[in-house]
């Protein structure tokens, strides 16, 4: 045991009328939620990168945070990783995620860093052994260090695809070694800043080239879990080849992996790339691409990715809706890809984010399972489109020609008329849930 988290109580449920912050208000475990144990359904998991390895800084100021286990040993590695398994029992998380680079030091070459990752793979093994906490996702940091400035997949340097390629390799080993449920892609810096120096349509293809190799090998070593692609806009290249839901789902289809491949969706990706959180969930789900979520909001007013931790039950609701509605996580659940303000400098705060942001998910979740429930979005929707369950309606979109239109048109009588849609009706339906 170390003493970082010392004083501060394993959290238990104690419902809405509990004074203390060390408590849970609305995420009971076991509360059954649409036939399902709560924790079941949001399967929460803490990010090691922003727990554990970020330093508090921004673009604008560098570390604010001391923390014991900063620096570049193998020895102080594994204290983080005590530390970190530490919190996961504190908070009864069931799952943390991991970058290569957030649980190993940066060694001299390719073969150190792979044998401190297994060195650490195996150090986790022992410390999931002991506490049953599972690992949800793993996957591989090919935009921190500069080699990767110009790219991984997409670098124009042959080189560098190798060493991307060899790392997620061996990420892909180690996420299978400790029974992981998935394995994530992020492509940082899978983008361009100028079209001076780029070639689209060759890195596209090298973008996909490294994707397929990725598929198969999930399928030689016979990982079970999913592959999943998680879109990022704008941050840091001005332009992204992983955009959004929309856009990933049609690079899939060009290199024929849509079958192979699902999503890890931001809240944070997705106010960036323009939509609200429930859209790309949507677009997803509608795609049959819906894989997990990270869970974290921007701050509105600023201009990149602030990862805070998510306050607003109303946007909670929202999102596990669309969850729901597609019939919740297999593989997935809900990560917290979020992070501490930088002022934020106690053990704590550390435990207490994580709380409310459980807490929000779990009113989130209750209230999507009410409204699904009480089906009134379902009933306006199916209302809405009703005039397409008509047999002349559906024929308009399987054997239909625009000359059959016409004469639907002129035998009438055809007037159409508007029809509200009746927004605010259905936003004061949604607020008498959350």
Same mark, same amino acid.
């Given at each position: 045991?170390?003493?970082f988290?010392?004083?501060?109580?394993?959290?238990?449920?104690?419902?809405?009328?509990?004074?203390?912050?060390y408590?849970f208000?609305?995420?009971?475990?076991?509360?059954?939620?649409?036939?399902?144990?709560?924790?079941?359904?949001?399967?929460?998991?803490?990010?090691?990168w922003?727990s554990?390895?970020?330093?508090?800084?921004?673009p604008?100021?560098?570390q604010?945070?001391e923390?014991?286990?900063?620096?570049?040993?193998?020895?102080?590695?594994?204290?983080?990783?005590?530390?970190?398994f530490?919190m996961?029992?504190?908070l009864?998380?069931?799952?943390?995620?991991?970058?290569?680079?957030?649980?190993?030091p940066e060694g001299?070459?390719?073969?150190?860093?792979?044998?401190?990752?297994?060195?650490?793979?195996?150090?986790?093994a022992?410390k999931?052994?002991?506490?049953?906490?599972?690992?949800?996702?793993?996957?591989?940091?090919?935009?921190?260090?500069?080699?990767?400035?110009?790219?991984?997949?997409?670098?124009?340097?042959?080189?560098?695809?190798?060493?991307?390629?060899?790392?997620?390799?061996?990420?892909?080993?180690?996420?299978?070694?400790l029974?992981?449920q998935?394995y994530?892609?992020?492509?940082?810096?899978?983008?361009?800043?100028t079209?001076?120096?780029?070639d689209?349509?060759?890195e596209?293809?090298?973008?996909?080239?490294m994707l397929?190799?990725?598929?198969?090998?999930k399928?030689?070593?016979?990982?079970?879990?999913?592959?999943?692609v998680?879109?990022?806009p704008?941050?840091p290249?001005?332009?992204?080849?992983?955009?959004?839901?929309?856009?990933?789902?049609?690079? =899939? &289809?060009?290199?024929?992996?849509?079958? !192979?491949?699902?999503?890890n969706? +931001?809240?944070?990706?997705?106010?960036l %790339? /323009?939509?609200?959180?429930?859209?790309?969930?949507?677009?997803?789900?509608?795609?049959?691409?819906?894989?997990?979520?990270?869970?974290?909001?921007n701050?509105?007013?600023?201009?990149?990715?602030?990862?805070?931790?998510?306050?607003?039950?109303?946007?909670?609701?929202?999102?596990?809706?669309?969850?729901?509605?597609?019939?919740?996580?297999?593989?997935?659940?809900?990560?917290?890809?979020?992070?501490?303000?930088?002022?934020?400098?106690?053990?704590?705060?550390?435990?207490?984010?994580?709380?409310?942001?459980?807490?929000?998910?779990?009113?989130? =979740? &209750?209230?999507a399972?009410?409204?699904? !429930?009480?089906?009134?979005?379902? +009933?306006?929707?199916?209302?809405?489109? %009703? /005039?397409?369950?008509?047999?002349?309606?559906?024929?308009?979109?399987?054997?239909?020609?625009?000359?059959d239109?016409?004469?639907?048109?002129?035998?009438?009588?055809?007037?159409?008329?508007?029809?509200?849609?009746?927004?605010e009706?259905?936003?004061?339906?949604?607020?008498?849930?959350v």
């Amino acid at each position: 045991m170390t003493d970082f988290f010392k004083g501060i109580p394993k959290i238990a449920y104690e419902g809405g009328d509990s004074r203390s912050d060390y408590a849970f208000r609305h995420y009971n475990p076991d509360e059954v939620v649409m036939g399902k144990r709560m924790e079941d359904h949001l399967r929460f998991s803490v990010a090691y990168w922003h727990s554990f390895a970020w330093p508090g800084g921004d673009p604008f100021g560098g570390q604010t945070f001391e923390r014991p286990w900063f620096g570049e040993t193998m020895e102080l590695a594994k204290l983080k990783a005590d530390v970190a398994f530490e919190m996961f029992e504190i908070l009864g998380v069931p799952f943390f995620c991991f970058h290569d680079a957030d649980v190993r030091p940066e060694g001299r070459d390719f073969a150190e860093n792979t044998d401190r990752l297994k060195e650490m793979t195996d150090y986790f093994a022992g410390k999931m052994e002991q506490t049953g906490v599972k690992l949800l996702w793993g996957t591989a940091n090919l935009f921190s260090h500069r080699r990767f400035m110009a790219g991984a997949a997409t670098n124009p340097d042959p080189d560098v695809f190798a060493f991307s390629g060899a790392t997620i390799k061996t990420c892909m080993d180690a996420t299978k070694a400790l029974g992981g449920q998935n394995y994530v892609l992020w492509g940082g810096r899978e983008g361009y800043e100028t079209l001076l120096n780029t070639d689209l349509k060759r890195e596209r293809q090298q973008a996909g080239r490294m994707l397929q190799m990725v598929v198969d090998y999930k399928h030689k070593i016979g990982f079970e879990g999913a592959i999943l692609v998680e879109p990022k806009p704008q941050e840091p290249a001005k332009h992204q080849y992983d955009y959004d839901v929309a856009t990933v789902y049609g690079f =899939l &289809k060009e290199f024929g992996l849509e079958g !192979e491949v699902k999503m890890n969706i +931001e809240q944070g990706h997705a106010i960036l %790339a /323009g939509h609200s959180f429930e859209h790309e969930l949507a677009m997803a789900a509608s795609l049959g691409i819906l894989g997990s979520i990270d869970m974290n909001r921007n701050d509105y007013q600023s201009g990149w990715d602030t990862d805070q931790f998510p306050n607003s039950t109303l946007e909670a609701a929202l999102a596990y809706y669309e969850v729901l509605k597609s019939g919740g996580f297999t593989t997935g659940g809900t990560n917290f890809d979020a992070k501490l303000r930088r002022q934020s400098l106690d053990p704590e705060d550390l435990i207490l984010a994580h709380v409310g942001g459980m807490d929000v998910c779990a009113a989130g =979740l &209750k209230a999507a399972a009410a409204m699904l !429930e009480d089906g009134g979005l379902e +009933e306006a929707r199916a209302e809405r489109y %009703a /005039g397409w369950e008509t047999d002349a309606a559906k024929a308009y979109l399987t054997s239909a020609t625009l000359e059959d239109l016409e004469t639907a048109v002129r035998s009438g009588p055809i007037t159409p008329e508007p029809r509200s849609g009746r927004q605010e009706r259905l936003e004061n339906y949604v607020n008498r849930f959350v």
